[in-house]
Nanobody, 114 residues
Framework: QVQLVESGGGLVQAGGSLRLSCATSGSIFSTKAMGWYRQAPGNKRELVAAITSGGSTDYADSVKGRFTISRDNAKNTMYLQMNSLKPEDTYVYYC????????WGQGTQVTVSS
């Protein structure tokens, strides 16, 4: 069974940067469109960035121009570079396939202070 492990979160001041990583255990990673999601307690999980197996990307309007999604298929790893962070980016961040079909990992907390 494929496992997803997110890392790289933390506490950062507004305007700062973080780089999240998503490590996967399975060999199917390179064939799948993947995505980064975020969720606040009591709220629905939302997709913020997606990347196809070929590297085409798409972003939610709220992060466009600030976040960059990328992947390294050889390492079965996906990344989310987050720049110009805002307090409203404070969420738990998760990775999954583009449509959230795999078991969810534990996520990584991102907290942006003002």
């Amino acid at each position: 069974q494929v496992q997803l492990v997110e890392s790289g979160g933390g506490l950062v001041q507004a305007g700062g940067s973080l780089r999240l990583s998503c490590a996967t255990s399975g060999s199917i990673f390179s064939t799948k469109a993947m995505g980064w999601y975020r969720q606040a307690p009591g709220n629905k999980r939302e997709l913020v960035a997606a990347i196809t197996s070929g590297g085409s990307t798409d972003y939610a309007d709220s992060v466009k121009g600030r976040f960059t999604i990328s992947r390294d298929n050889a390492k079965n790893t996906m990344y989310l570079q987050m720049n110009s962070l805002k307090p409203e980016d404070t969420y738990v961040y998760y990775c999954n396939t583009r449509y959230g079909k795999l078991p969810w990992g534990q996520g990584t907390q991102v907290t942006v202070s003002s």
